[in-house]
């Protein structure tokens, strides 16, 4: 019997309202989410390792300007972009993450490497940044990250007096929707030789100060792939995921309640992280290549190939 393999993706969870997505937007959103699950899993399908699947998906979002990583990052207070990446590899539990990166164009790439060619988890910054450069990357400037639109939300944000995880100020010429909406964007991947990896990577929330740093890099808060249990990808406002150890618990429920995947991440996401005020949601692939997203939010853009082939690609919670 062939090995199943499998692979699903997010573009970020929150307010996601259908009254006020564009058809412009939404046609924009579907073909990058449709053009990264494609990405991925067409490694997995020459027999490729999911980890290089999770990357190469991630990388699609992480260009495509819609979503909030890489090009199209939100803003900090000072006006900068300033990125978190991570990835887990399930064979070694291996792993790699960066923080507050500002001049490298695919931060995944740089968690991978950091993984895969440092004898470190997680960098950071500058010294993030200097690995970077000792590996041969091209120095980006801000510029290439900038939209107009995290700027005008940024500035909204400051008005309002809020440093906390937000997008844009809806106004009726703006076509972004997402008031609260997340943007990190994840995949988690299942491959023939029965690996599961899991990559995050994201700008952060908009007008953060003083170097926060939400779940994304964090192993176990927003990505965590353990072969023979899970892989798991977050996105949501981060202290509440890093408080929950959000991807650790739906794997530790899995590993000692043996709870199914579908069952661990509800009761993790509309269960206990709901109760303590926590917005987002989690796409997860178990060994078997099932593939589970949950959310208590109004949506998240998501897609997947599941272990029969069946592609499916979606924005809201009730699709
Ligand atoms: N989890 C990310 C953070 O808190 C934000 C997001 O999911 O968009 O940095």
């Known amino acids: 019997m062939s090995q199943p393999f499998s692979i699903a993706i997010h573009g970020g969870a929150g307010t996601i309202l259908r009254d006020q997505m564009s058809d412009e937007l939404r046609v924009?959103?579907?073909?990058?989410?449709?053009?990264?699950?494609?990405?991925?899993?067409?490694?997995?399908?020459?027999?490729?390792?999911?980890?290089?699947?999770?990357?190469a998906a991630v990388k699609v979002l992480e260009d495509?300007?819609?979503?909030?990583?890489?090009?199209?990052?939100?803003?900090?207070?000072?006006?900068?972009?300033?990125?978190?990446?991570?990835?887990?590899?399930?064979?070694?539990?291996?792993?790699?993450a960066v923080t507050g990166i500002r001049h490298i164009k695919n931060p995944i790439e740089l968690a991978r490497d950091v993984m895969l060619i440092s004898e470190h988890v997680l960098l950071m910054g500058d010294g993030a940044e200097e690995f970077a450069f000792s590996l041969g990357y091209e120095y980006t400037e801000q510029d290439y990250f900038f939209t107009d639109r995290r700027?005008?939300?940024?500035?909204?944000?400051?008005?309002?007096?809020?440093?906390?995880l937000s997008e844009a100020k809806y106004s009726a010429e703006d076509k972004y929707p997402d008031d609260k909406k997340f943007g990190t964007v994840g995949a988690v991947a299942l491959d023939k030789q029965g690996?599961?990896?899991?990559?995050?990577?994201?700008?952060?929330?908009t007008n953060k100060k003083f170097g926060r740093v939400g779940d994304s890099p964090i192993i176990g808060a927003g990505t965590i792939a353990e072969n023979g249990n899970v892989a798991?990808?977050?996105?949501?406002?981060?202290?509440?995921?890093?408080?929950?150890?959000?991807?650790?618990?739906?794997?530790?429920?899995?590993?000692?309640l043996k709870e199914d995947v579908h069952t661990a991440c509800e009761h993790i996401i509309n269960g206990d992280l709901k109760a303590m005020g926590g917005e987002g949601g989690l796409i997860a692939v178990d060994a078997n290549g099932d593939i589970h997203f949950a959310m208590n939010s109004s949506g998240m853009y998501r897609a997947s190939?599941?272990?029969k082939g069946n592609l499916d690609v979606k924005i809201y919670a009730d699709e």
């Not at 900090?76 to 291996?94: C, I, P």
């Not at 700027?151 to 906390?164: D, W």
């Not at 690996?195 to 929330?205: E, K, P, V």
């Open 28 to 55: 924009e959103i579907l073909s990058a989410l449709e053009k990264s699950v494609k990405a991925g899993h067409e490694i997995l399908a020459q027999g490729g390792d999911a980890l290089d699947a999770v990357v």
């Open 64 to 96: 495509a300007p819609q979503f909030n990583a890489g090009k199209g990052s939100v803003l900090t207070n000072k006006e900068m972009v300033e990125m978190d990446a991570s990835v887990m590899h399930g064979r070694e539990m291996n792993a790699g």
């Open 232 to 256: 798991v990808s977050t996105t949501g406002m981060g202290e509440f995921f890093i408080r929950k150890m959000v991807a650790g618990d739906v794997a530790a429920r899995m590993r000692y």
């Open 195 to 205: 690996n599961l990896a899991a990559a995050t990577s994201t700008g952060g929330i």
């Open 151 to 164: 700027y005008e939300q940024l500035q909204s944000m400051k008005e309002k007096g809020l440093f906390a």
């Open 305 to 307: 190939i599941d272990n």
